[in-house]
C-alpha cells in the first residue's frame, strides 16, 4: 500500500530539517538516555539465525548493553534458547512481553505454547503474545488461532495475553479482538511505502484505527520503526538521518500521550536480509557489533 497525504495536512512531529547530522546524533543521545517504554529484543548475533540455539552468556552480554534505556522488552519465542530472554531481563529489573513463536509446524508450535505456559507459572511474563503475525502471514485460519489464545489464557489466567500482528487484522478479525486482553498492534509506516514527514500523523491513524477495534482495550505498538540503509519501498527512505528522525518523533510522541510502543529494534540482524530484502538487517539502534548506530 502507498500512502500519500493532501498538502493541506501539516507535517508530523518535529520539523528536522534544519537540523546539521551532529545535531540529530546529540538529540538522538539525549532522547536513548532518557529512556524508552519498550525495545524488541534482538538476540541473534552475526552468523546466527532461527534455528541456532542461544547462550545465556550473550543474552546477558546484549541484555547489558540496553537495559539502561528500557523498561520491557518484548522477545519473540519460547524455545532454543529464546526462553531465556525473560528470565535475563528479571535479572535487570526489566518487565517483559514474551512471544510464543507460532507456525505451520504443529510439532514447534506445542513447544513454544507449553515454553510460554511454562515461563509464565514461573513468573517471568508480564504480557503473554500467543503468535506474530501468523494471519498477516496466512500461517493460520481465525478459528486456529483462537484455540491457540483460549489454550493459553485457560492455563495462565492470572496473566494479561494478546496476539500481536498489524494493526488492520484487529479489525478484519474482530473474534481474534475480543479474545484478547490487550491488542498488541505492530505499526510500519515505512513497510506502507510512506514518507518520513508524514510518517508519525501515518501511524497515529494506524494506532486509531487499532483502537477503534480494540473497543475500550489497551492498546500497545508492539513493532515500529525506520531502517537506517538499504533499498527504498515506495515512498519510504531508509538513512540515518530518516532512522533517527523516526526515532524522535516516535518517542516524544510515546511520552506526550502516554502511548506505550516496542521500538523495533535493538540490535541489526544480517539474517533478516533473506526475508526483506537487503533493508531488513539495518532496524537496530545499535549494530550487528553492539555498537550505537547514530
Known amino acids: 500500500m502507498s ?3 493532501g498538502k493541506h495536512l501539516a507535517l508530523s512531529g518535529i520539523d528536522y530539517s534544519g537540523k546539521s547530522p551532529e545535531q540529530l546524533q546529540i538529540l538522538f543521545k539525549q532522547t536513548l538516555e532518557a529512556g524508552m517504554h519498550g525495545l524488541c529484543y534482538s538476540a541473534y548475533e552475526e552468523g546466527q539465525q532461527p534455528g541456532d540455539i542461544l547462550t545465556i552468556e550473550q543474552i546477558r552480554r546484549r541484555m547489558a548493553v540496553i537495559a539502561p534505556y528500557t523498561k520491557w522488552i518484548r522477545s519473540f519465542s519460547c524455545i532454543e534458547g529464546n526462553e531465556l530472554v525473560p528470565q535475563v531481563a528479571r535479572e535487570f529489573g526489566i518487565k517483559t512481553l514474551v512471544g510464543a513463536w507460532l507456525g505451520k509446524d504443529k510439532d514447534l508450535n506445542e513447544q513454544e505454547i507449553a515454553g510460554l505456559i511454562q515461563l509464565a507459572k514461573a513468573g517471568y511474563v508480564d504480557i503473554a503474545a500467543v503468535g506474530n503475525e501468523v494471519l498477516y502471514r496466512k500461517d493460520f485460519s481465525e478459528e486456529e488461532l483462537l484455540e491457540y489464545i483460549q489454550r493459553v489464557k485457560s492455563a495462565i489466567p492470572e496473566t494479561t495475553v494478546g496476539y500481536v500482528d498489524a494493526y488492520y487484522e484487529f479489525t478484519d478479525c ?36 487499532a ?22 519501498f515506495e515512498g519510504a527512505e531508509p538513512s540515518m538521518e530518516n532512522a533517527i528522525k523516526y526515532f524522535l518523533n516516535t518517542q516524544q510522541w510515546s511520552r506526550e500521550e502516554n502511548i506505550e510502543i516496542f521500538y523495533f529494534s535493538s540490535f541489526d540482524e544480517s539474517w533478516k536480509v533473506g526475508a526483506e530484502g537487503d533493508v531488513g538487517a539495518y532496524w537496530g539502534l545499535w549494530d550487528m557489533h553492539q555498537h550505537l548506530k547514530f
Open 3 to 5: 500512502f500519500r497525504l
Open 174 to 209: 474482530p473474534k481474534i479482538s475480543e479474545a484478547c486482553d490487550v491488542i498488541l498492534s505492530n505499526c510500519y509506516p515505512f513497510w506502507e511505502g510512506c514518507q518520513i514527514d508524514y510518517s508519525l500523523v501515518y501511524m497515529k491513524q494506524m494506532y486509531q484505527q
Open 211 to 232: 483502537m477503534l477495534a480494540a473497543k475500550g482495550k489497551k492498546v500497545i505498538i508492539t513493532e515500529t520503526g525506520w531502517p537506517s540503509q538499504g533499498k527504498s
